[in-house]
């Protein structure tokens, strides 16, 4: 069975740090896209920070310089280290798994912890 099992959100500071983690089970997590996502109550969902199997990221606008996208293959684990963190980033994080194959796109998400950014 695929699985995404999150971790690592909470309760935190403005200009505090915190640190998802994600844990991938049930396909060849090495050759997907990690993607992280967030959605705010009353807003749309948000790419946020995205790492590609070859190492390459990409990062909303937003969050760029503040947060970082890793990967570990050996541990079937993506994190999202966030740092100076905002009001702004409070939502619940998703993360997300993705290969194109061919024509095929082959998707799995999370059920992405609460981050709540507040004094």
């Known amino acids: 069975q695929v699985q995404l099992v999150e971790s690592g959100g909470g309760l935190v500071q403005p200009g505090g740090s915190l640190r998802l983690s994600c844990v991938a089970s049930g396909f060849t997590f090495s050759t997907y896209a990690m993607t992280w996502y967030r959605q705010a109550p009353g807003k749309e969902r948000e ?28 541990k079937n684990t993506v994190y ?14 998703y993360c997300h798994a993705a290969r194109t194959r061919s024509d095929q796109i082959y998707a799995y998400w999370g059920q992405g912890p609460q981050v709540t950014v507040s004094s």
């Open 47 to 74: 790419l946020v920070a995205q790492i590609r199997s070859a190492g390459s990221t990409n990062y909303a606008d937003s969050v760029k310089g503040r947060f970082t996208i890793s990967r570990d293959n050996a």
């Open 80 to 93: 999202l280290q966030m740092n100076s963190l905002k009001s702004d980033d409070t939502a619940v994080y």
